[in-house]
């Protein structure tokens, strides 16, 4: 394949997320199996149309998602333990599973404003520095406690607004929909936190209770990141549910389904 089938000029999406995006595919379909090695930077700018500089920022996204390593003088390999990388999950059922979590909790403290996006979001939103983003939070509550605090940012290039309203009534990953952004994709991490001062005074818990931080970065039909959430939920109100099945004939285990389920309730 060459470079007019790889990358459109068209799309707002950087070439180096389409090249990203693309590698990434390859490494999931299993082109490029555990442990192989990836073609020589030269060969993958002559691929894909591009220069080193952006073939580079492709693998350096691809390295921090734990899919391949860098070895000096060798070049660059498909992680061995694929396991470890993220899971492919069902884009519908994320959407439904977030709407089930909106229609069985409340929503309440919402602010919004626009702000310069600080370090961490203008990277996962590949942003510029400087850039300025809108800032949505809220509180959720189940049965009037708070069980978790919600940050997230949309690029205010993409000319959206949003009110306190419509965010108390919807999640952010719905209104997108709602307002023409085509979401196709979401990259999403749950690990475990500890709750500071500040999170412990506004999810009613201790200093040092344990969380469960949830980070996810949506993207639109051109692979372009379109909102960054970061979430923290008290651990005695949250789960996650994934139901895994065998395809016929393999004899490894696939994930065709996983996503967040809501808050559950203390028992």
């Not at 899971?87 to 404003?113: C, F, P, W, Y």
């Not at 520095?129 to 919600?150: C, E, F, K, N």
């Not at 999170?199 to 993207?219: D, E, H, S």
């Amino acid at each position: 394949m060459r470079a007019p089938e790889l990358i459109d000029e068209k799309l707002r999406s950087p070439r180096y997320v389409q090249a990203y995006s693309m590698l990434r595919d390859w490494i999931s379909q299993g082109v490029y199996q555990p442990g192989a090695k990836l073609p020589p930077e030269g060969e993958l700018c002559e691929t894909f149309g591009v220069s080193r500089i952006t073939i580079r920022k492709a693998i350096d996204m691809l390295v921090d998602d734990k899919l391949v390593v860098r070895q000096q003088g060798l070049g660059t390999f498909v992680v061995k333990d694929l396991a470890a990388a993220p899971v492919t999950g069902d884009m519908e059922q994320l959407l439904r599973k977030v709407q089930r979590l909106d229609n069985n909790t409340q929503i309440v403290d919402t602010a919004l404003e626009d702000v310069v996006a600080d370090a961490a979001t203008a990277k996962d939103l590949a942003l510029e520095s400087g850039s300025h983003v809108l800032r949505a939070t809220h509180l959720r509550l189940l049965d009037g406690q708070p069980i978790g605090y919600v940050e997230a940012f949309v690029p205010a290039d993409l000319g959206l607004s949003f009110t306190a309203s419509e965010i108390r009534q919807h999640p952010l990953l719905i209104l997108l929909e709602r307002k023409g952004i085509k979401v196709s994709a979401a990259d999403q991490l749950i690990g475990a936190a500890l709750a500071d001062t500040r999170m412990a005074r506004m999810l009613g818990t201790t200093v040092g209770a344990p969380l469960v931080k949830i980070q996810l970065i949506v993207f639109d039909d051109s692979q372009r990141p379109v909102e960054r959430m970061v979430a923290w939920y008290r651990a005695d109100h949250y789960q996650h549910h994934v139901y895994l099945t065998r395809k016929p004939g393999e004899a490894l285990t696939a994930f065709n389904r996983s996503a967040v389920s809501g808050p559950r309730r203390k028992r």
